[in-house]
C-alpha cells in the first residue's frame, strides 16, 4: 500500500477527530493510527497481501467494531468486505461487496 493510499483510507475513517500515526504500535506488517483524546480508539491497517488490506476499526472501549477489506488496484482503495459488530451481541455481521454498495447508496 503506499501513502496515498493510506491517506484515501485514514480521510475515509477520520470523520470529526482525527487519527495520528502511532510508531509505538505501528510494525511491519501493520500500521496503527490512535485517537488523540481517547487512548483505546485505535485504526490499524494490516496488509493482508500485495493487493489486499484489512481495517479494524475500535471503540472507545477497545472492541473491535468494524472489519473491512480493501483491494488495492489502480489508485483508488475498493472496499471488497465489510463486517460490523452486532449491537447487543458478541459477534460481527459480515456484508458482501454489492451489500456495501447498497448501504452507501441507501444508508444503513
Known amino acids: 500500500m503506499n501513502k496515498k493510499q493510506e491517506q484515501q483510507i485514514l480521510d475515509y475513517y477520520s470523520t470529526t477527530e482525527k487519527y495520528i500515526h502511532s510508531k509505538t504500535h505501528s510494525n511491519a506488517h501493520q500500521t496503527v493510527f490512535t485517537k488523540e483524546s481517547d487512548k483505546y480508539q485505535w485504526l490499524v491497517l494490516g496488509q493482508k497481501s500485495q493487493c489486499e488490506v484489512e481495517i479494524r476499526q475500535t471503540d472507545s472501549h477497545g ?23 452486532c449491537e447487543g ?9 454489492d451489500e456495501v454498495n447498497l448501504i452507501y447508496q441507501f444508508g444503513e
Open 63 to 85: 472492541i473491535i467494531t468494524a472489519r473491512d477489506n480493501y483491494e488495492l488496484t489502480r489508485n483508488i482503495p475498493k472496499c471488497v468486505g465489510v463486517e460490523r459488530l
Open 89 to 97: 451481541a458478541n459477534f460481527q455481521i459480515p456484508f458482501n461487496a
